[in-house]
């Protein structure tokens, strides 16, 4: 994992609504295919990424629909702060989302800890509309090296990572996907929110 410097940044403009091993990929999921060589959409340019004047995410549901998110502030803590249009709010740690505010089915994380090595960890999850509180049960595996197709960056060496979730009274499986480059930095995710809702990607952009 990595630390972020103690900072704060504020939004000024409009906001817009976005072990080591080698891996194998023969029988990986479509998903997560589609994640390592990129979607059907229009990728993100050096110019457009060089024009931004703050760090952003472009967030892609499953169904297709894709979203621009603009860094807001870091906290003290690290918890860095997403917000986009029509009140839309993500709030992540390490790459993580931790929260979520104006979706149609919102959830947070109560009482995050990070998994120690492969242990899994219990943690209190909270599901809006319709309303629940749940144990959820979360493990890690071991980093691998991988690549993806990252936007103008092209194919580019990352480290993957691979988390485990479950929900015994939901009898809820799912994985959450991590890929983080050299400095430690999450570059994408895939990740489970709401039992109601798809899956997310977020590809994250940083202007630090």
């Not at 994992?1 to 906001?15: A, D, R, V």
């Not at 015994?168 to 994408?188: H, P, S």
Request: include cysteine; charged fraction near 25%.
């Amino acid at each position: 994992m990595f630390m972020i410097k103690k900072t704060s940044l504020f939004i000024l403009l409009p906001l817009l609504i976005s072990s080591c091993a080698n891996i194998s990929f023969s029988d990986a999921s479509p998903l997560l295919k589609a994640a390592i060589f990129g979607y059907q959409s229009k990728p993100v340019t050096l110019k457009e990424f060089s024009d931004a004047q703050y760090s952003f995410a472009v967030v892609k549901f499953e169904r297709g629909t894709e979203a621009r998110l603009v860094l807001s502030s870091v906290n003290e803590n690290g918890l860095f702060k997403w917000v986009g249009g029509d009140g839309v709010i993500m709030y992540t740690l390490n790459g993580k989302i931790l929260k979520t505010v104006g979706l149609s089915h919102n959830f947070e994380l109560l009482d995050w800890k990070e998994p120690v090595s492969q242990m899994a960890r219990k943690n209190l999850v909270l599901f809006k509309n319709p309303n629940g509180i749940f144990t959820q049960e979360i493990s890690r595996g071991s980093e691998v090296f991988s690549e993806i197709d990252f936007h103008y960056e092209g194919v580019i060496k990352v480290k993957f990572l691979k988390e485990r979730l479950a929900i015994r009274d939901l009898r809820l499986k799912q994985e959450n996907l991590y890929w983080f480059d050299n400095t430690g930095m999450v570059k994408r995710s895939i990740q489970h929110l709401n039992p109601k809702t798809s899956s997310v990607t977020l590809d994250f952009f940083y202007k630090f």
